[in-house]
């Protein structure tokens, strides 16, 4: 079986990370940072960093308007942290310029639960991946306020004072998370987006 090309948008964040646990997954894995490089690839992650500044870089590198065409012609996507952010259709708490990609019907909360030092880890049961619940990190995280009918929640945080937040969302090809499981180990979630990539 081929392996699907997964490109990680190389503007900012951990990119390394996403290579290596797509390349674990069995995928062929790359950074990509060009229009042209989008070509090659089957499917895309966005991960975590800072979305205003990868907002910014995505018209500096004029990477907009081909990624808005490839996720309209479904090519699958993956965003984690600030990803997830980018490919939502409402930030709140946001900065007025910044624009993402407004792939999932959802509105997310930037920051949601808190600063930096407010970083915390959970477990979490998501739907569609096998096992014990996901060991997850949460670095300054955004959390999903709503959804539209088309999204289906795949995992929730219950054990925080800020109560039941949506953490993970699925809408047809479009995946978003608001930990970083490239931090961990547990391949099982670049798994669950490496064989969306081979359906599509």
């Known amino acids: 079986m081929t392996a699907p090309v997964i490109g990680v948008l190389a503007l900012q964040g951990d990119v390394r990370e ?16 060009r229009p042209g490089e989008l070509d090659a690839v089957d499917g895309l992650v966005i991960p975590g960093g ?8 995505v018209d500096i590198f004029e990477m907009r308007e081909p990624i808005d065409k490839r996720i309209a012609a479904g090519m699958p996507v993956y965003g984690s942290c600030a990803g997830m952010i980018m490919l939502a259709t409402e930030v709140l708490d ?7 990609f407004a792939g999932i019907e959802m509105t997310v909360r930037r920051n ?7 970083s915390f880890e959970a477990s979490v049961e998501i739907a569609g991946v096998q096992g014990a619940a996901f060991h997850a990190v949460f670095i300054r995280a955004p959390w999903v306020e709503r959804v539209g009918p088309g999204v289906e929640v795949l995992g929730r945080v219950t054990d925080r004072p800020v ?9 047809g090809n479009l995946l978003a998370t608001s930990f970083h499981p490239e931090l961990t180990g547990d391949l099982r979630l670049h798994r669950y987006f490496v064989d969306l990539v081979r359906a599509a």
């Open 18 to 33: 996403h290579v290596g646990a797509l390349a674990g997954a069995g995928a062929d894995a790359r950074p990509i940072r």
């Open 50 to 57: 800072e979305s205003t500044t990868i907002s910014k870089l």
């Open 94 to 100: 946001g900065r007025p310029d910044q624009r993402g």
């Open 112 to 118: 949601a639960f808190g600063r930096q030092v407010d």
């Open 163 to 171: 109560g039941d937040r949506i953490v993970a969302v699925r809408q």
